[in-house]
């Protein structure tokens, strides 16, 4: 059988980087790969975007920097949002990690185990998610700061949305908790670099947009995904189809049966609003996505091909997700491990 088929652009990645550096001024950007990449594959990634310039990778947590290391090269700077956590040292040793220490339990267990090892500190500027709080950061710094740490980061809460205060408020908190502390800073990632030049400190990191999802709007589409046709059976007006008879045929149509469903990361949500594509034709799903299979009415197609596209020029990761109420980002981290990824591009 034809398999599903998920093709990445490594091109139209790298442009898409590309532009956010340019967009990020005189700040470095950096490329944050968390994640296998979004679901694209951490290594084929990373290294070309090694090879577009980037110098500086962000990653979740010490074992995905371990796994990209020999993607990226001995020189690469590789960052790690969770910081130091327990159990961590062999890895961040071994594979010259630089966590980004987020507490003062962190920073104790980072200097204990791995005295003289880089590492950065990541500050909570109102978002209550990651970092040091204003008051553990006051009394720490002094100490802190004489280990000359690699990086200052935060993380913004609302950067895709322009005019939201929770910007402005979030800058002057990073402002005054650093201004004048001597290492370099990070604040951007991909909303933030949007924001403009008083956002961009020394070093941005760029994620979803250079894997072509919103808010960068200007992004080029990176991945394609095809699905094969099981089977196309006609279905007379008035007869259902799929679990539930959610969906009854108003017309004699003809439903194809499509190989794959949620257990592929086709989220069950978007039964009754997702379309799959022929070209630019859209087919809309009939019926419930299921495990494995869903329901698509070709009616209209004058003939159905081997395989419809859910991801493609047509359909964005964006407007994928709005059919199923969520954002690209969980789109693509949910496009699982049932797909054979091909690469297109230079470095493919
Ligand atoms: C995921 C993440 C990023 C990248 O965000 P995008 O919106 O994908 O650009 C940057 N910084 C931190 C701390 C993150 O968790």
């Given at each position: 059988m034809t398999r599903a088929s998920l093709t990445i652009d490594l091109d139209a990645l790298a442009a898409n980087w590309r532009a956010l550096a340019r967009l990020s001024g005189g700040a470095e950007a950096g490329a944050v790969v968390k994640a296998d990449a979004y679901g694209l594959g951490a290594a084929r990634v990373a290294a070309r975007l090694a090879q577009e310039g980037a110098h500086s990778f962000f990653v979740a947590e010490a074992q995905e920097g371990a796994a990209l290391r020999p993607a990226v090269g001995p020189l690469a700077d590789i960052y790690v949002f969770s910081g130091h956590m327990a159990g961590d040292a062999d890895a961040i040793a071994a594979a010259a990690l630089i966590p980004l220490v987020n507490s003062a339990e962190q920073a104790n267990r980072h200097l204990a185990a791995l005295p003289g090892h880089p590492f950065g500190l990541q500050l909570d500027t109102g978002m209550n998610r990651l970092g040091m709080e204003a008051d553990d950061w006051q009394a720490l710094a002094p100490d802190l700061l004489a280990r000359a740490p690699r990086l200052l980061m935060s993380h913004l809460a609302?950067?895709?949305?322009?005019?939201?205060?929770m910007n402005a408020r979030q800058l002057a908190e990073f402002r005054r908790m650093t201004d004048g502390a001597g290492p370099r800073r990070s604040l951007a990632a991909t909303g933030g670099i949007l924001l403009g030049a008083d956002y961009h400190f020394d070093l941005t990191r760029p994620g979803i947009g250079s894997y072509g999802g919103q808010p960068f709007g200007a992004a080029r589409p990176v991945v394609r995904l095809a699905l094969p046709v099981i089977q196309v059976r006609a279905v007379a007006a008035g007869e259902t189809v799929g679990y539930g008879n959610s969906w009854t045929a108003a017309r004699p149509s003809r439903i194809a049966t499509i190989a794959a469903g949620y257990a592929d990361?086709?989220?069950?949500?978007?039964?009754?609003r997702g379309q799959l594509f022929a070209g630019d034709r859209p087919c809309p799903l009939a019926g419930r996505v299921s495990m494995d299979l869903m329901g698509v009415d070709v009616t209209d197609l004058p003939e159905v091909p081997d395989t419809l596209d859910i991801l493609c020029p047509a359909q964005g990761v964006d407007r994928l997700a709005e059919a199923a109420g969520t954002i690209g980002y969980e789109i693509l981290t949910s496009l699982g491990a049932r797909y054979v990824r091909h690469y297109s591009g230079d470095g493919a």
């Amino acid at each position: 059988m034809t398999r599903a088929s998920l093709t990445i652009d490594l091109d139209a990645l790298a442009a898409n980087w590309r532009a956010l550096a340019r967009l990020s001024g005189g700040a470095e950007a950096g490329a944050v790969v968390k994640a296998d990449a979004y679901g694209l594959g951490a290594a084929r990634v990373a290294a070309r975007l090694a090879q577009e310039g980037a110098h500086s990778f962000f990653v979740a947590e010490a074992q995905e920097g371990a796994a990209l290391r020999p993607a990226v090269g001995p020189l690469a700077d590789i960052y790690v949002f969770s910081g130091h956590m327990a159990g961590d040292a062999d890895a961040i040793a071994a594979a010259a990690l630089i966590p980004l220490v987020n507490s003062a339990e962190q920073a104790n267990r980072h200097l204990a185990a791995l005295p003289g090892h880089p590492f950065g500190l990541q500050l909570d500027t109102g978002m209550n998610r990651l970092g040091m709080e204003a008051d553990d950061w006051q009394a720490l710094a002094p100490d802190l700061l004489a280990r000359a740490p690699r990086l200052l980061m935060s993380h913004l809460a609302c950067a895709d949305e322009p005019a939201h205060p929770m910007n402005a408020r979030q800058l002057a908190e990073f402002r005054r908790m650093t201004d004048g502390a001597g290492p370099r800073r990070s604040l951007a990632a991909t909303g933030g670099i949007l924001l403009g030049a008083d956002y961009h400190f020394d070093l941005t990191r760029p994620g979803i947009g250079s894997y072509g999802g919103q808010p960068f709007g200007a992004a080029r589409p990176v991945v394609r995904l095809a699905l094969p046709v099981i089977q196309v059976r006609a279905v007379a007006a008035g007869e259902t189809v799929g679990y539930g008879n959610s969906w009854t045929a108003a017309r004699p149509s003809r439903i194809a049966t499509i190989a794959a469903g949620y257990a592929d990361g086709l989220l069950r949500a978007m039964t009754g609003r997702g379309q799959l594509f022929a070209g630019d034709r859209p087919c809309p799903l009939a019926g419930r996505v299921s495990m494995d299979l869903m329901g698509v009415d070709v009616t209209d197609l004058p003939e159905v091909p081997d395989t419809l596209d859910i991801l493609c020029p047509a359909q964005g990761v964006d407007r994928l997700a709005e059919a199923a109420g969520t954002i690209g980002y969980e789109i693509l981290t949910s496009l699982g491990a049932r797909y054979v990824r091909h690469y297109s591009g230079d470095g493919a």
